[in-house]
Each structure stands twice: as C-alpha cells, then as structure tokens.
C-alpha cells in the first residue's frame, strides 16, 4: 500500500508537471511573438531630427512602454531598399521621402490598443500603426492556453485525491484491529495518529521527490531532442526557469495529500 500510495502521487505530479511546463513554454512562446508586434510610431514631417529624439523620454515613461528604438529616416530608407535585390531602382529616391519614427516595444501585448491609443496625444507624432489583430490572437491563445491547463491539472488533482484517499484508506483499513486494540488499552487519538501522520509525511515527501527528479530527468531529454532538431522557431527553455516553483510546489502538494490523506482516514477507527 505504501508502495500504491507513492506510484499515484509520482504519476499525478508527473502529469502535472508536464502541463505545467507545456504553459510556461507556449507563455515564452507567446512573449516572443508578442515582442515583434511593436507599435510604430512616425513623427511628423516638420518635426527636426533633434526634436524627434528627445521624445524618447517622453515614450518610454508611458505605462506599458517597455523600450522605445528611435530610427531616422536615413535608417528607414536603409532597412527598406535592403529587402529588394535590385536597389538600383531607387537610385532617384532620396530618404527625405520617409519620416522619422520610434519602434515602441510594450510590456503586455494585452494592452497594445490603449497604448496605442494614449501615444496619438503626443503632439510630434503625426500617426501610430500596429497590428491589433495579431495582437488580439496572441493574447487569446494564451487565455486558451492557459485555460486548458487549469482545468486538466483541476481534473487530475481531484482523481488523484480520491484515489491516493482511498489507497491511504485501504490502507488504514489493513491496520484497523490494531487502533481498535490501542483504544480498547487507553491510547490517546493523538498517540494513535502521530505514526500514520509521519507515515503520510514520509510517503508524500518521498512520492514528490520522486517526481521531481523524474520530470527533470525527462524534461532534459526533452531540451536536448528539441535543441538536435535545430529547428529554430520553436526551444524549451531551461528547467532552472522554473525549477525553484515546480520544487515547492510539489514538496506542497505531496506533504499536503500524504498528511491529510492519513488524517482523514484515521478518524473513522479513531471513534472507538
């Protein structure tokens, strides 16, 4: 029975622990994505350089503003004749005809609308362009995201509660003579209590352990399949990312189901 009770408690914070990962990995996904969604901003045409550049203050201090990268109209002209092959077709075209602009990177993509919003106040900027659409899909996949991993560990943790419940049960049950034999010669509840509760306390912490080091165990060959297909697009990222949650977290969860399970199941032949 002590042996069932720490396979369900390993293979419940194996599951857990997977879809846990799975969010943090998509979440890292998204953030990426989401940091080249960035807002432009384009400065009016009578505004000088100078003038331009010292707005950058001004941008940063705006809430949601992570970073605001200032790109003359040189740079602009630059950047866009090096995505054609042949340049010699805007040999006649001088960079007067871009403007100046700031690339604004925001803090949550969530709120790329009223961060667009607030920056047409500023005077030298004469218009705002970004993709709401994209932005509006990033954030909803991550709501779908992590929606999906609430209710799947949600799930798991009450089957796993009711089965770990019903193996401490069990084996309670094997034990019952015995507390009925403790009562019958004057032994307190608590004297009574105390060994199944280190007992649970053991099997927790060791059954928690276990799947600790099992899921960093997998985790790594998971990294390291994903780092030899050089895909590119798409890494894990490292465990220690999460290392120090997934720790207490499961030392939580397994003291927490190994001492209340004992509890729960002693007090039934504790009323003697």
Same mark, same amino acid.
């Given at each position: 029975?002590? &042996?069932?009770?720490?396979?369900?408690?390993?293979? @419940?914070?194996?599951?857990?622990?997977?879809?846990?990962?799975?969010?943090? #990995?998509?979440?890292?996904?998204?953030?990426?994505?989401?940091?080249?969604?960035?807002?432009?901003? *384009?400065?009016?045409?009578?505004?000088?350089?100078?003038?331009?550049?010292?707005?950058?203050?001004?941008?940063?201090?705006?809430?949601?503003?992570?970073?605001?990268?200032?790109?003359?109209?040189?740079?602009?002209?630059?950047?866009?004749?090096?995505?054609?092959?042949?340049?010699?077709?805007?040999?006649?075209?001088?960079?007067?005809?871009?403007?100046?602009?700031?690339?604004?990177?925001?803090?949550?993509?969530?709120?790329?609308?009223?961060?667009?919003?607030?920056?047409? *106040?500023?005077?030298?900027?004469?218009?705002?362009?970004? #993709?709401?659409?994209?932005?509006?899909?990033?954030?909803?996949?991550?709501?779908?995201?992590?929606?999906?991993?609430?209710?799947?560990?949600?799930?798991?943790?009450?089957?796993?509660? @009711?089965?770990?419940?019903?193996?401490?049960?069990?084996?309670?049950?094997?034990?019952?003579?015995?507390?009925?034999?403790?009562?019958?010669?004057?032994?307190? #509840?608590?004297?009574?209590?105390?060994? @199944?509760?280190?007992?649970?306390?053991?099997?927790?912490?060791?059954?928690?352990?276990?799947? *600790?080091?099992?899921?960093?165990?997998?985790?790594?060959?998971?990294?390291?399949? &994903?780092?030899?297909?050089?895909?590119?697009? &798409?890494?894990?990222?490292? @465990?220690?990312?999460?290392?120090?949650?997934?720790?207490?977290?499961?030392?939580?969860?397994?003291?927490?189901?190994?001492?209340?399970?004992?509890?729960?199941?002693? #007090?039934? *032949?504790?009323?003697?």
């Amino acid at each position: 029975m002590s &042996f069932a009770s720490i396979c369900v408690i390993v293979a @419940f914070l194996l599951i857990v622990g997977i879809f846990i990962l799975l969010a943090v #990995n998509i979440n890292v996904l998204v953030d990426e994505l989401a940091s080249d969604n960035i807002i432009l901003a *384009y400065v009016h045409e009578n505004v000088p350089e100078s003038e331009a550049m010292a707005i950058e203050h001004t941008l940063r201090s705006m809430p949601n503003v992570e970073r605001a990268v200032f790109i003359s109209r040189e740079e602009a002209f630059s950047r866009f004749i090096d995505r054609y092959e042949d340049q010699d077709r805007f040999k006649d075209i001088d960079a007067s005809v871009f403007r100046h602009r700031y690339a604004i990177h925001v803090e949550d993509v969530a709120l790329l609308a009223d961060t667009q919003q607030a920056l047409r *106040y500023v005077p030298e900027l004469a218009d705002i362009s970004a #993709n709401l659409t994209i932005a509006r899909f990033l954030v909803n996949v991550r709501n779908i995201v992590y929606l999906i991993c609430v209710i799947i560990v949600a799930v798991l943790l009450a089957i796993s509660l @009711f089965i770990m419940s019903n193996t401490i049960k069990l084996a309670t049950f094997e034990r019952r003579e015995e507390i009925a034999i403790m009562k019958m010669v004057g032994a307190t #509840n608590s004297f009574i209590r105390w060994p @199944f509760i280190v007992e649970g306390f053991i099997l927790g912490i060791t059954g928690s352990l276990i799947a *600790y080091l099992a899921l960093m165990g997998l985790y790594g060959l998971a990294v390291n399949w &994903f780092a030899a297909l050089e895909a590119g697009l &798409f890494y894990l990222v490292n @465990f220690s990312y999460i290392s120090v949650f997934l720790f207490i977290l499961f030392t939580g969860i397994g003291f927490g189901v190994g001492v209340g399970g004992s509890g729960l199941a002693l #007090n039934r *032949y504790l009323k003697v």
